[in-house]
């Protein structure tokens, strides 16, 4: 028996788990983890951590996947393979695939999603599916490596990116004067807006009509848009919140990370590894940075209240969505749900006829998912 002490008072127990051995392949981006594991499994669900990772692999294998879960954009027929951000795999899902292939699995030691993933795995290896983890930074606790039986396998990427640490914007100015075509990515400590392109636009020289913003709180057609122009070129800068942190393989050259006092260092290594890509240079920048100004932060408190708490009558609890958010404007924006759709499904469910505005907002979500179906083809 194994017991997550280090997260949760719950105990995992591994009785009933077939005893092969769990591979983990290590290795930073652009040492073909991802493909590795895909290429070998007959068929398959991806776990990962973040929409955006969703995506993108979505996007770099869609002829092998054809479902997507993200929480906000549920697509497919189930015809195909699946990833999902980090949820509760039920035995259906579990069921139906050979193989889970969890993305980014250092979060087996995180406080918030390890108990989750650890429990997902034990439940596949119990059905006697194939588990393969992947990570590149691999700060997976000991404990769960011998409990189940991790083989580490180290890839390299087919070429070195060099890793430059800058020490002054000042070194970001000289370097765009010099490499104008360069593309700089920027981590800011709040959810990026206008404001935030003006100044980055500004102070770097960039044209701002070569610059766009990505973040949670941006409908996912344009998120999705955004984060292919950029790797075609279209774009120079992109300014993003956290949602590009974990393991997208961004073209970024240069990459410029304001001081967040909430990341821990393994995220703000992840930020740094976003800078240079095997397929696009052979050199890249980062910078730490401690901005943004004042001003620029006391333009970007937006409070967003939200409440768990029973809606309507109908405790969430109930529906088996312990996590779920609801604004306490009641949805007159469906952006501000994390399951919007989800809940508007489970209330239809129970017989409960949507507000008008409601309505309105579940409609706004079918024709956004609809847009993002046709970006994915």
Known sequence: MFTDTLHTEKEVTLEGCNTTSTPLYLGGTGCGKTYRAISQSQSFVISVPTRQLAYEIALDYKEKISDIHTGEVHLGDGSMN??????????????KYDTLIVDEAHFLGDEQRGALLLQNIVNAKRKGKEVILLTATDTIPKELKEALSIKEEILTPY????????EEIGDIQNLLKREPHLKVLVFTKYSPNQRDLEL????????????????????TAK????QIAFKKGELQMVVSSNVLAQGVNFPADIVLIEYNEWDEWEIVQQKIGRAG?????????????????????????VIRKTTRVTYRGISIQEGGFEDFEIPTNRCKEYRNFKYSKRFFLFLKRKGIKLLPHEEKAYRRILKEEYKVKEILK
């Open 277 to 301: 890509r095997p397929q696009f240079c052979d050199k890249a920048y980062y910078f730490l940075h401690h901005l943004p100004t004042k001003e620029v932060k006391e333009a970007n408190k």
């Open 200 to 219: 980055y636009s500004e102070m770097l020289g960039v044209d701002i009509d070569k610059t766009e913003t990505l973040s949670a709180n941006i409908p």
């Open 82 to 95: 699946m990833v999902c951000v980090y949820e509760n795999l039920n035995d259906e899902v579990i069921n």
């Open 159 to 166: 070429k070195k990116v060099q890793k430059i640490e800058l």
């Open 223 to 226: 998120r999705l848009k955004t």
